[in-house]
């Protein structure tokens, strides 16, 4: 089932339209959100796992860029995972089938790094934006808020979206 309108329509009907598409594609994307909370919430649980670990890990030498590595592996597999959900979010919509795990992280892995620079650029023009006056600053953020969506559903790159 095809969730996206196929004509213009009046404010009501696009929020029934969004509504009916949140409610429809749910129950199949639900497996995919639990592995995406599921690795989001990794590092809030390290608190826990290491208090549970033997007292002298914290003498072990390398630990912290051992962390830190992990950290950043993490930060990949989350951002690649999100990507992967939102794209399989848009093919259901669309009437397809949803993204696996697997799936999802082949389809956003690759698109990391664009998403990485094409943020620091939004960051970037934002704060140029507020220094020169706070207003322009407002402008910028609002009209370049959905670079993300241009990037991982549009295909589009840093530059264009």
């Known amino acids: 089932m095809r969730f996206y309108p196929q004509a213009p329509l009046?404010?009501?009907?696009?929020?029934?339209a969004g509504f009916s598409m949140d409610g429809g594609t749910f129950k199949q994307i639900l497996p995919l959100t639990f592995a995406a909370v599921l690795v989001s919430q990794l590092p809030q649980l390290l608190p826990y796992m290491m208090a549970g670990a033997a007292p002298g890990i914290a003498g072990?030498?390398?630990?912290?860029?051992?962390?830190?590595?992990?950290?950043?592996?993490?930060?990949?597999?989350?951002?690649?995972?999100?990507?992967?959900?939102?794209?399989?979010m848009d093919a259901v919509a669309r009437g397809g089938t949803p993204f696996g795990v697997g799936a999802a992280l082949a389809f956003g892995f690759p698109k990391v790094l664009w998403l990485l620079v094409a943020s620091i650029l939004f960051v970037i023009a934002i704060t140029i934006g507020c220094v020169l006056l706070i207003i322009p600053g407002i402008i910028l953020?609002?009209?370049?808020?959905?670079?993300?969506?241009?990037?991982?559903?549009?295909?589009?790159?840093?530059?264009?979206?």
Do not use: C, Q, R, T
């Open 10 to 16: 009046s404010v009501g009907k696009v929020l029934d």
């Open 60 to 88: 072990i030498p390398g630990l912290s860029v051992i962390l830190i590595a992990g950290f950043h592996v993490w930060m990949v597999l989350n951002a690649s995972l999100y990507i992967g959900w939102l794209k399989s």
């Open 141 to 161: 953020m609002v009209s370049l808020l959905f670079f993300s969506y241009l990037i991982v559903l549009e295909d589009k790159g840093v530059i264009a979206s």
